[in-house]
């Protein structure tokens, strides 16, 4: 078996390593989403409805990603592919960071205080594993060169600086009475969330061990 053969082999494993991840980005997200929404509904929640859009994004990402896997095994489209799905979740930053500007906001002006909700906490604690798949998405987007892979694994771990945001907001409030912690902290990761969507936008996003 010569390199060129193992490289491929390396390659395909790598691949189908990197579908399972986005399948369970799909699934996780579209579960988490669907639980926020009706929870925040039924509360009148406007923060755990906010936090399922969120979710919807990552999903949108995830479907994305999937695609771009999907299509790894044929090189002619692999970069046209790669291209198209990098600033695709360029978007998805960019949407994100429009929500959570416009989310911000909103409370702050309107004094709006973190609803005490044990699903938004529960939901927000299982979230803070996340930094396991980001590791795991960011290892194959190294391996297979993949800077729309390597987008996608930013977004999860925005969304899980995000998720851990929510859960301090609802601690604080219910401790401290601190309200306008969590729009304030959400604000301050505005312009991280929207200089990572631009860099997915022009096809900036690298996959070198440095990158973070």
Same mark, same amino acid.
């Given at each position: 078996? /010569?390199?060129?053969?193992?490289?491929?082999?390396?390659?395909?494993?790598?691949? &189908?390593?990197?579908?399972?991840?986005?399948?369970?980005?799909?699934?996780? /997200?579209?579960?988490?989403?669907?639980?926020? !929404?009706?929870?925040?509904?039924?509360?009148?929640? #406007?923060?755990? !409805?906010?936090?399922?859009?969120?979710?919807?994004?990552?999903?949108?990402?995830?479907?994305?990603?999937?695609?771009?896997?999907?299509?790894?095994?044929?090189?002619?489209?692999?970069?046209?592919?790669?291209?198209?799905?990098?600033?695709?979740?360029?978007?998805?930053?960019?949407?994100?960071?429009?929500? !959570?500007?416009?989310?911000?906001?909103?409370?702050?002006?309107?004094? @709006?205080?973190?609803? @005490?909700?044990?699903?938004?906490?529960?939901?927000?604690?299982?979230?803070?594993?996340?930094?396991?798949?980001?590791?795991?998405?960011? &290892?194959?987007?190294?391996? #297979? /060169?993949?800077?729309?892979?390597?987008?996608?694994? &930013?977004?999860? @771990?925005?969304?899980?600086?995000?998720?851990?945001?929510? =859960?301090?907001?609802?601690?604080? /409030?219910? =401790?401290?009475?601190?309200?306008?912690?969590?729009?304030?902290?959400?604000?301050?990761?505005?312009?991280?969330? #929207?200089?990572?969507?631009?860099?997915?936008?022009?096809?900036?996003?690298?996959?070198?061990?440095?990158?973070?």
């Amino acid at each position: 078996m /010569n390199a060129q053969t193992v490289q491929i082999k390396d390659r395909a494993s790598l691949v &189908k390593r990197g579908r399972r991840l986005e399948y369970f980005t799909i699934g996780y /997200n579209s579960l988490e989403g669907l639980i926020a !929404v009706a929870a925040g509904w039924i509360a009148g929640s #406007i923060a755990l !409805v906010g936090f399922g859009f969120d979710s919807l994004i990552e999903v949108t990402s995830g479907a994305v990603l999937l695609w771009r896997l999907h299509a790894d095994v044929d090189e002619a489209r692999r970069e046209r592919v790669e291209a198209i799905s990098l600033r695709t979740v360029g978007i998805c930053f960019v949407v994100l960071a429009i929500y !959570v500007t416009y989310d911000s906001v909103k409370s702050l002006v309107r004094r @709006e205080a973190p609803q @005490e909700s044990i699903v938004g906490i529960a939901l927000a604690a299982v979230s803070l594993v996340m930094p396991l798949l980001v590791r795991a998405k960011r &290892k194959v987007a190294r391996g #297979i /060169n993949s800077g729309a892979l390597m987008a996608d694994s &930013k977004q999860t @771990e925005l969304c899980t600086y995000l998720s851990a945001i929510l =859960l301090g907001g609802l601690l604080l /409030n219910a =401790l401290l009475s601190w309200w306008w912690a969590d729009p304030v902290a959400a604000i301050v990761m505005v312009p991280i969330i #929207i200089k990572e969507g631009i860099e997915a936008l022009r096809g900036e996003t690298c996959c070198d061990d440095e990158c973070h």
